[in-house]
């Protein structure tokens, strides 16, 4: 089951990593002039965020979903905790990438939503951890899982 939120992570992060690109790409158009002068001041934060929460940290989020419990022969701790930390994770990188860029646009006016996203953010971030300490700590090995369903089919 836990190979399923880790292919929603990847998949995430792969559409992180082009929407960045693509203000990366606008980043550069704004060096050379005209109507694109000075964009990059505005979409640096948006860019940033996007690449080191959206790209590096739901790519780390989706393998370690599914190296963790392979490697100590685990259970995930939660499925639903996995499910609320996609979903908390995603609302926050888009929001903070959104926010960060509205706050260089309007100065001043958009820095409780964009506290919101950072404090959205972090509250996932604990969500992850969590799960993946319970699952080390506490998970139900998969022997014991197939000793169970053995037991049952005999």
Not at 58 to 81: D, H, K, N, Q
Not at 104 to 127: H, N
Not at 145 to 150: E, G, I, L, Q, T
Request: one cysteine or more; charged letters at 10%.
């Amino acid at each position: 089951m836990t190979g399923k939120y880790a292919n929603y992570f990847l998949l995430a992060a792969v559409i992180y990593f082009v929407v960045s690109a693509v203000l990366g790409l606008a980043m550069i158009m704004s060096w050379t002039g005209g109507q694109w002068r000075g964009l990059d001041y505005y979409l640096i934060p948006s860019h940033a965020h996007l690449m080191l929460l959206g790209w590096v940290s739901m790519t780390m989020y989706g393998m370690m979903y599914r190296v963790v419990p392979a490697f100590f022969g685990r259970r995930l701790y939660s499925e639903w905790l996995a499910w609320t930390h996609l979903v908390i994770a995603n609302i926050a990188t888009v929001g903070m990438a959104l926010f960060f860029g509205l706050h260089r646009w309007q100065e001043g006016r958009w820095v409780w939503a964009l506290a919101a996203s950072g404090s959205l953010q972090f509250f996932g971030i604990l969500v992850f951890a969590f799960n993946m300490i319970a699952s080390v700590v506490c998970g139900e090995t998969k022997l014991e899982v197939y000793r169970d369903y053995a037991s049952k089919g005999s």
